[in-house]
C-alpha cells in the first residue's frame, strides 16, 4: 500500500517562502516520478512540478518557474517543493503525487497515488 504524506504548509507572506516535503512509504519510490499539484478553491487541480525517478529530469508550469524548486532524495523516500518569492495566487491546497511511470508526467492522470493535501495560504 503506497501512501504519501505531505508537510510544510503554512500561511507566509508575499514575498516570502516555504519548503514542502512529501514522504512515500510502500512500494518502490525510487522507480517512480513524482509530482506535486495544487488546487485553489472553486478552481481545478493543477500542476505545479515533476521530477523523474533518479531526479535528473524535472519540469514546471510557467508561473512558477525560476521560484519554485522540485528536488527527490531517494534515500529518505522523500519529494520535496522548494517556494520562494510566494505571490498569493500560490495560495491553494498543495498535493503530492506519484506517476505510474519513471516520469517525468505532467497530468493528474498520469498519477496513480496522491497524498492528503497541506494547505499553502499566501498573504499580501
Known amino acids: 500500500q503506497v501512501q504519501l504524506v505531505e508537510s510544510g504548509g503554512g500561511l507566509v507572506q508575499a514575498g516570502g517562502s516555504l519548503r514542502l516535503s512529501c514522504a512515500a512509504s510502500?512500494?518502490?519510490?525510487?522507480?517512480?516520478?513524482m509530482g506535486w499539484f495544487r488546487q485553489a478553491p472553486g478552481k481545478e487541480r493543477e500542476f505545479v512540478a515533476t521530477?523523474?525517478?533518479?531526479?535528473?529530469?524535472?519540469g514546471a508550469t510557467d508561473s512558477v518557474k525560476g521560484r519554485f524548486t522540485i528536488s527527490r532524495d531517494n534515500a529518505k523516500n522523500t519529494v520535496y517543493l522548494q517556494m520562494n518569492s510566494l505571490k498569493p495566487e500560490d495560495t491553494a491546497v498543495y498535493y503530492c503525487?506519484?506517476?505510474?511511470?519513471?516520469?517525468?508526467?505532467?497530468?493528474?492522470?498520469?498519477?496513480?497515488?496522491w497524498g492528503q493535501g497541506t494547505q499553502v495560504t499566501v498573504s499580501s
Open positions: 503525487a506519484r506517476a505510474r511511470s519513471r516520469g517525468p508526467e505532467y497530468r493528474v492522470y498520469e498519477y496513480a497515488y
Open positions: 510502500g512500494g518502490t519510490f525510487s522507480a517512480y516520478g
Open positions: 521530477i523523474s525517478y533518479g531526479g535528473r529530469n524535472t
